[in-house]
């Protein structure tokens, strides 16, 4: 749930809550698109190849019918599946190698009860003599052409997107002699796609291509932009300064690109802010809003331009919380308690789940600056001050509305940090004093849960690709790569039994130091929160019902899936692959019953993508089901 602390005591703001757009399976802006087919819902028993089956299946009904596919004497085509092209720049090696995966399942599962077809994997030397020839990039006659010339059949997925972050897929057949045929368009599930953390250029080079669509030759457009946070109101100025800043690099990329006309026939097009005024003279005025809304480990982008009497322009995707810059304290609001300022210059402290990051600057030594915030209901409060560059760090104090302190009570990891379990609900005072000389920078960080905080990712760690209720990364912040996939957990009891949510962290390194015996770190939880001498069992539960049991044991203190052979055993393999859900059951240290509650929704593709990234598909059997 999302939560933000704010202090309001006389009116400073009215918040609107912004709803962002839907999107669903019908929605495509282009005119004339082919229809999308929504694709069948994934049946536990066959959830590694759902979709793929239902495109094989409408692929190899338009190949029997097609009379060119089966010569005189051919009752069985040999299918060479060359799967996502490289070139396709929809997907990554990951997601290349788990769509190739699924089909060649769906194909051998279709052959299966079908004798028309086998799915056929030349030697590589054949594979590229055929593959060259059939798709009309060679033309020379060879003898393995006239070897399999009856009988071969390549076949090749095409993935696009939409606007509204969906992926499409659809699959072709090509042989000799005139054979082809090409299966309706389907949409992907997400579990199987996954979103990925994109750079702003990308979100941006995407709208102004659609801008581009609609602007005719010389014109002039101004788009005026503004942005909002969902469910906060309007965003800092420097965030709505980074996007229009954005947007302007990405049209002018985008009229220099794709323009064939001279520079006097080019449109043009300036992007502004809203609210720096009127329209030039002579220039068609263009609204433009953007809505971020904040993720775990990242922000989703929603933007979208207006233009009259024009189809909208709409761009969409996730970035990395580093994308946008800090807040400046100046860009915070006043803060006066009842009439009554306590302190020249104090500010509100914007806070809520995710950790905010505020750029402010003491001007003199000894300074101290103000801030405050409210909590509507009981929750915990953390708060961070380090020096920009080396130095003192700051002090900082937590005062309740009286001006009585509180001491924090809650422990941490850092000496820069400071964490309270504060009574709600209630106005706060946080106070940051200089140790150091004038002119000194300073970071804060802020951010308030309902009983324990988001685990954090460490430094040179980002997220790369989320899937549903799975992230995966990659870690590059001790000098040697490695890759990971995590997820955080729905629900865990009793209240204020931790600090900090539990998650679930898979992770391997790109190139292992030679005799390194673990390979695969994997872990379900901590096991000190656990008591020493009490069971901690996990059960999963299937999509349809029913379940497994997942047996947990401490290592080296995680809480792990208990493994043979150094896997984990078959069982659990397919219980997280095919699960929906794990609810892991124990004691608390002091002995009350505990529980905690993951989604598995996403679990084989963010795996998959991990141990993609970093070259590693030899452990595949080690984490997924076959």
Not at 341 to 362: H, K, N, P, Q, Y
Not at 370 to 375: A, C, K, R, T, V
Request: charged share 25%.
């Amino acid at each position: 749930m999302n939560r933000t602390a704010s202090l309001a005591l006389a009116v400073l703001a009215v918040l609107g809550t912004a709803i962002l757009p839907g999107v669903s399976a019908a929605q495509d802006e282009d005119p004339g698109a082919a229809a999308v087919v929504t694709s069948p819902s994934p049946n536990p028993e066959t959830y590694e190849f759902a979709v793929q089956s239902t495109i094989v299946d409408d692929l190899w009904r338009k190949v029997r019918a097609n009379s060119k596919c089966f010569g005189p004497g051919v009752t069985q085509l040999d299918v060479d599946n060359g799967g996502v092209p490289r070139s396709n720049e929809n997907t990554s090696d990951a997601l290349r190698n788990l769509l190739v995966t699924k089909l060649n399942a769906a194909f051998d599962a279709k052959f299966v009860n079908d004798p028309s077809g086998r799915r056929f994997d030349p030697p590589d030397d054949e594979k590229v003599i055929l593959r060259d020839r059939v798709n009309g990039e060679s033309f020379d006659p060879h003898p393995v052409v006239d070897r399999y010339r009856d009988r071969y059949l390549y076949t090749s997925a095409d993935v696009t997107g939409t606007p509204q972050g969906q992926w499409l897929m659809s699959v072709s057949a090509r042989g000799f002699g005139g054979c082809a045929a090409q299966s309706a368009i389907y949409l992907l599930p997400p579990e199987v796609t996954g979103r990925p953390v994109e750079p702003f250029d990308a979100i941006f080079g995407r709208l102004a291509a659609r801008i581009l669509q609609v602007v005719q030759r010389r014109e002039i457009i101004f788009v005026y932009l503004s942005a909002e946070v969902a469910g906060e109101g309007t965003a800092p100025v420097s965030w709505t300064d980074s996007f229009v800043r954005e947007a302007q690099i990405a049209i002018q990329a985008e009229v220099d690109r794709a323009s064939p006309l001279s520079g006097e026939d080019k449109p043009i097009i300036k992007v502004r802010r809203r609210d720096e005024g009127a329209t030039a003279e002579g220039a068609e005025p263009w609204p433009s809003d953007v809505v971020v809304e904040r993720r775990q480990n990242t922000y989703h982008v929603y933007v979208k331009v207006d233009p009259p009497r024009r189809r909208d322009a709409v761009a969409e995707g996730l970035v990395s919380t580093e994308a946008l810059p800090p807040m400046k304290m100046e860009e915070l609001a006043p803060l006066s308690y009842a009439g009554a300022t306590r302190s020249l210059g104090a500010r509100v402290l914007s806070m809520g789940e995710d950790r905010r990051t505020l750029e402010a600057r003491f001007s003199a030594a000894r300074e101290a600056h103000e801030y405050g915030f409210q909590l509507d209901r009981s929750g915990v409060v953390e708060i961070g001050l380090r020096p920009d560059g080396d130095g003192e760090p700051p002090t900082i104090a937590l005062f309740g509305l009286d001006g009585v302190p509180i001491e924090p009570n809650m422990p941490t990891q850092s000496p820069l940090l400071r964490r309270w379990r504060l009574d709600g609900p209630g106005i706060f005072r946080v106070k940051a004093e200089n140790r150091a000389g004038a002119n000194v920078g300073y970071l804060m960080t802020s951010r308030v849960a309902d009983d324990a905080f988001q685990p954090v990712l460490g430094a040179g760690t980002r997220v790369t690709r989320s899937f549903q209720d799975w992230q995966s990364g990659v870690n590059e912040g001790d000098g040697r790569r490695g890759c990971f996939a995590t997820t955080v957990s729905t629900g865990w009891s009793p209240a204020g039994w931790r600090p900090v949510r539990p998650s679930i962290w898979f992770s391997v390194e790109a190139d292992p130091a030679p005799g390194t015996e673990l390979e695969l770190t994997q872990y379900f939880d901590l096991a000190r929160f656990y008591h020493p001498d009490g069971d901690v069992v996990g059960y999963v539960t299937a999509t349809a019902g029913g379940g497994w049991q997942l047996p947990l044991s401490e290592f080296d203190t995680l809480l792990q899936a208990r493994q043979s052979n150094g896997l984990m055993q078959h069982d659990a393999l397919e219980a997280l692959t095919l699960g929906q859900s794990l609810r892991i059951a124990g004691f608390t240290a002091d002995g009350q019953p505990a529980e905690v509650r993951y989604s598995l929704a996403g679990y084989q593709a963010a795996i998959n993508e991990m141990l993609t990234n970093c070259g590693r598909q030899e452990l595949r059997q080690a984490l997924i089901r076959r």
